[in-house]
């Protein structure tokens, strides 16, 4: 397995992360090509390159940016999403804590491409050892001049997981509640006060100084054809080293948990794995073995690549607590705007819970699947569908434990 440095330089080992630090490993060298290629050469560039969305959904990054005006009277903005409220997530907080420096470089080259003056880190309020750093760094690179030809504002979210939704985050930085808004019909750029958006997750703009400072082919020989480049991919639970590990996308899940994991804690077998942060379809230790970590594979597999965030369980987990530990954070943190979303993830919590405590009967488990196809595809935004999803893997993939909660009920 190789060694991949592609979002970061190099992870310092003295964790320092001035700038001082920064450039003598290479930090703001890309700049540099700001005199060389123009604003739309640099989304070109991203284009080819074929830099996906490292947040969760995948899109083209270079799309993405294509789509914001050149020639606008109107003032345009770069939103960078450091909310990271997915539970499993924290590969962001890894970024901004060891080399801050490389965030504020992808900005700077983002906003050139981009034409934007105004750039907003929008992070969540509990990061507020995060904040310091920075917001430090941010500092010195005002102080360093790298900062005339656009600002960087960093912009406290309150601890609301929908915000990490692009246009909730947008909402809220409005200074409204945190609603996601209606999709447009056709493809368009995001709205801040109705100027132009761009909105990209806190690795997606890390990842933009490698790729200008060496080109596309150079991000391309890392990964696969359709997913290049490499991913932070946070690892939790029963694994004997969880941490955060950049890889190629492509390789074996089960090799990446074997390698950088050192395997299942204790000696013990692997059960099922979330692969992509809470909101993914969950895994079986059987499918694991087939899936390689690129997003083709696992959406054939009827899950997603997600944020990244693996969640490891061994062969002890009870999976319906395991459902009723998510559907307790998916009950809390609706943002309560669509009554499927609302409804049904209190009446799905509540389900789960009475299964749990071997109050339920088979009809409960055909009452959950027929809630959760309620709330698939009848709200504002993704929050309720990925409800659904999770709650249908988990009963179609482990039925058995459910039902073996109601025969013990029933005996």
């Given at each position: 397995?190789?060694?991949?440095?592609l979002?970061?330089?190099?992870?310092?080992?003295?964790?320092?992360?001035?700038?001082?630090?920064?450039?003598?490993?290479?930090g703001?060298?890309?700049?540099?090509?700001?005199?060389?290629?123009?604003?739309?050469?640099?989304?070109?560039?991203?284009?080819?390159?074929?830099?996906?969305?490292?947040?969760?959904?995948?899109?083209?990054?270079?799309?993405?940016?294509?789509?914001?005006?050149?020639?606008?009277?109107?003032?345009?903005?770069?939103?960078?999403?450091?909310d990271?409220?997915?539970?499993?997530?924290?590969?962001?907080?890894?970024?901004?804590?060891?080399?801050?420096?490389?965030?504020?470089?992808?900005?700077?080259?983002?906003?050139?491409a981009?034409?934007?003056?105004?750039?907003?880190?929008y992070?969540?309020?509990?990061?507020?050892?995060?904040?310091?750093?920075?917001q430090?760094?941010?500092?010195?690179?005002?102080?360093?001049?790298?900062?005339?030809?656009?600002?960087?504002?960093?912009?406290?979210?309150?601890?609301?997981?929908?915000?990490?939704?692009?246009?909730?985050?947008?909402?809220?930085?409005?200074?409204?509640?945190?609603?996601?808004?209606?999709?447009?019909?056709?493809?368009?750029?995001e709205?801040?006060f109705?100027?132009?958006?761009?909105?990209?997750?806190?690795?997606?703009?890390?990842?933009?100084?490698?790729?200008?400072q060496?080109?596309?082919?150079?991000y391309?020989?890392?990964?696969?054809?359709?997913?290049?480049?490499t991913?932070?991919?946070?690892?939790?639970?029963?694994?004997?080293?969880?941490?955060?590990?950049?890889?190629?996308?492509?390789?074996?899940?089960?090799?990446?948990?074997?390698?950088?994991?050192?395997?299942?804690?204790?000696?013990?077998?692997?059960?099922?794995?979330?692969?992509?942060?809470?909101?993914?379809?969950?895994?079986?230790?059987?499918?694991?073995?087939?899936?390689?970590?690129?997003?083709e594979?696992?959406?054939?597999?009827?899950?997603?690549?997600?944020?990244?965030?693996?969640?490891?369980?061994?062969?002890?987990?009870?999976?319906?607590?395991?459902?009723?530990?998510?559907?307790?954070?998916?009950?809390?943190?609706?943002?309560?705007?669509?009554?499927?979303?609302?409804?049904g993830?209190?009446?799905?919590d509540?389900?789960?819970?009475?299964?749990?405590?071997?109050?339920?009967?088979?009809?409960?488990?055909?009452?959950?699947?027929?809630?959760?196809?309620?709330?698939?595809?009848?709200?504002?935004?993704?929050?309720?569908?990925?409800?659904?999803?999770?709650?249908?893997?988990?009963?179609?993939?482990?039925?058995?434990?459910?039902?073996?909660?109601?025969?013990?009920?029933?005996?």
């Amino acid at each position: 397995m190789r060694d991949c440095r592609l979002v970061s330089r190099k992870f310092h080992l003295d964790f320092s992360h001035t700038i001082e630090v920064a450039k003598a490993y290479g930090g703001y060298e890309s700049l540099s090509k700001m005199d060389e290629y123009s604003s739309t050469d640099i989304i070109d560039i991203i284009k080819e390159s074929n830099l996906r969305g490292k947040g969760g959904g995948g899109a083209p990054a270079g799309d993405k940016w294509a789509l914001m005006p050149q020639d606008s009277k109107q003032p345009s903005f770069l939103a960078v999403n450091c909310d990271e409220s997915e539970p499993g997530t924290f590969k962001d907080r890894q970024i901004i804590s060891k080399d801050p420096h490389l965030l504020i470089e992808g900005i700077i080259l983002t906003c050139y491409a981009i034409k934007a003056k105004h750039a907003y880190i929008y992070i969540r309020g509990e990061y507020k050892q995060f904040q310091d750093i920075l917001q430090t760094a941010i500092d010195e690179a005002y102080e360093a001049g790298l900062l005339k030809e656009c600002k960087i504002i960093l912009h406290r979210g309150a601890g609301a997981y929908i915000c990490g939704e692009k246009s909730a985050l947008l909402e809220s930085m409005e200074g409204k509640r945190g609603h996601p808004r209606l999709k447009p019909k056709q493809k368009e750029p995001e709205w801040f006060f109705d100027n132009p958006t761009l909105v990209n997750n806190v690795e997606t703009i890390a990842s933009v100084p490698f790729i200008v400072q060496n080109g596309a082919s150079a991000y391309r020989e890392y990964g696969t054809k359709q997913s290049p480049g490499t991913l932070l991919f946070a690892m939790s639970g029963h694994v004997e080293k969880p941490g955060v590990y950049e890889a190629e996308f492509g390789t074996s899940m089960l090799e990446y948990i074997n390698h950088f994991g050192g395997g299942i804690k204790n000696g013990k077998k692997l059960k099922a794995v979330i692969p992509g942060g809470a909101s993914t379809d969950v895994l079986t230790a059987d499918e694991v073995e087939k899936v390689t970590l690129d997003y083709e594979t696992l959406k054939s597999m009827r899950s997603a690549l997600g944020t990244g965030g693996m969640i490891v369980m061994d062969e002890d987990t009870c999976m319906v607590g395991a459902l009723k530990n998510l559907l307790e954070f998916y009950h809390e943190e609706s943002c309560g705007q669509c009554t499927p979303c609302r409804e049904g993830t209190g009446w799905t919590d509540k389900l789960v819970g009475k299964i749990l405590d071997k109050r339920g009967s088979k009809e409960d488990i055909d009452k959950l699947l027929d809630i959760a196809g309620t709330m698939n595809g009848k709200t504002i935004c993704v929050f309720a569908p990925a409800v659904s999803t999770v709650i249908n893997s988990f009963v179609r993939k482990f039925r058995d434990e459910f039902e073996m909660k109601i025969e013990r009920h029933s005996i």
